[in-house]
């Protein structure tokens, strides 16, 4: 496995398995992956609690090698993982914390959708040197007149009353907005992974840190660079999402991805990825003269 363009973290959308990323994955062989595990949460602050500690993991993840980190995952390829669950070795390795950047490799976060949400939280605490923004937004929950840019605070917590009844029904209807009516008829929606790999807790915690979560304020201190790639036929994170973090971030490039929805990358993974590639190769080159 070839790892010279750094440790590439995934943090995966409400309800969506990493496994979604795979294919996308399999076409940057050049950076090592790490996942954080965020279905089996039981609370808001466990999920963000588990993405802070996969960041961390991943800041030293050339002094890790193959071996483990609570709740996250080191993804050797695409296909294989190997689930990471030691407290010990977690403690044994914090010293590397330490290690500059210029031995540990830098660190990019991809995150979708409320992936993203916890991608920005991680880079306005510094433990980023690049965000992959897919779908993603600064803010979810948005009052009436900002519906260009969210979902209102009464449709979050109505999918978290339905829960509780019918589970199932709510991720398949809420897996039957994610795709525009073109998508769905050239079958892109079923090559999106089964669903239910979420446990209820942790589905309800998601929605929660949906209803509850605001970066907006803090995406002018964000000082890494950052790629939005983002569907302009969105109707989860509206398109006008991503225009805002565009102008906010202070090192944003946003890719539209013309007549996509709320899942950029899948059925376009190829181009994600050498989209990935030039912006990063561009900023490292920028950064390094």
Known sequence: MSSSGGTMLWLTGWSMP?????????????????????????????ITARAEQAALAARHAPALGETTVRHAHVLSDAASRIALASDETADSAAPALDKPAALRGPLLIAGWSLGGLLALRLAAQGLADGLVLLAATARFVRPKHETDRGWPDGYVRRMSAALAGDRQAVETQFRSILFTDAECESGLDASLPAAGSWTTPALLAGLDLLRREEQLTRLP??????????????KVCPFGAAQEMGELLPQAELIAAEGCGHVPFLGREAQTAEAVRRWWHNERRRQHG
């Open 18 to 46: 990493d496994a979604v990323f795979d294919g996308l994955r399999m076409m940057l062989p050049d950076f090592r992956h790490l996942s954080a595990d965020l279905g089996s949460a039981t609370s808001p602050e466990e």
């Open 221 to 234: 201190e964000i000082d890494c660079p950052v790629l939005l790639v983002h569907g302009t036929d969105d």
